[in-house]
């Protein structure tokens, strides 16, 4: 089963893990999660990508499908794995 880490670059939230069924998800799934489980406005949300370049709400399409080969974990052979993630933070 697919797991999505969701991480924050700060030291005082926690992480969660979240075992979904299937990964084909749209980025607002990734924003409302954050919003709803930390009580985060989506407006102030940032995304890390796997390029340390940020992602926020304003700048996706909420319809467009998360791109979760770019946000996957490693085995030691080189293979993805069924994990994934999210590193997140808040604009201030």
Same mark, same amino acid.
């Given at each position: 089963?697919?797991?999505?880490?969701?991480?924050?670059?700060?030291?005082?939230? @926690?992480?969660?893990?979240?075992?979904?069924?299937?990964?084909?998800?749209?980025?607002?799934?990734?924003?409302?999660?954050?919003?709803?489980?930390?009580?985060?406005?989506?407006?102030?949300?940032?995304? @890390?990508?796997?390029?340390?370049?940020?992602?926020?709400?304003?700048?996706?399409?909420?319809?467009?499908?998360?791109?979760?080969?770019?946000?996957?974990?490693?085995?030691?052979?080189?293979?993805?794995?069924?994990?994934?993630?999210?590193?997140?933070?808040?604009?201030?």
């Amino acid at each position: 089963m697919p797991q999505l880490i969701f991480a924050s670059t700060t030291n005082y939230i @926690k992480t969660t893990v979240l075992d979904i069924t299937d990964i084909n998800i749209f980025w607002d799934y990734l924003f409302n999660y954050i919003h709803e489980t930390y009580h985060i406005p989506k407006d102030i949300i940032l995304i @890390k990508s796997h390029k340390g370049k940020n992602i926020t709400h304003d700048t996706i399409n909420p319809f467009s499908k998360f791109n979760h080969k770019n946000f996957c974990y490693y085995n030691s052979k080189g293979q993805t794995t069924q994990t994934y993630l999210i590193n997140f933070d808040i604009r201030i």
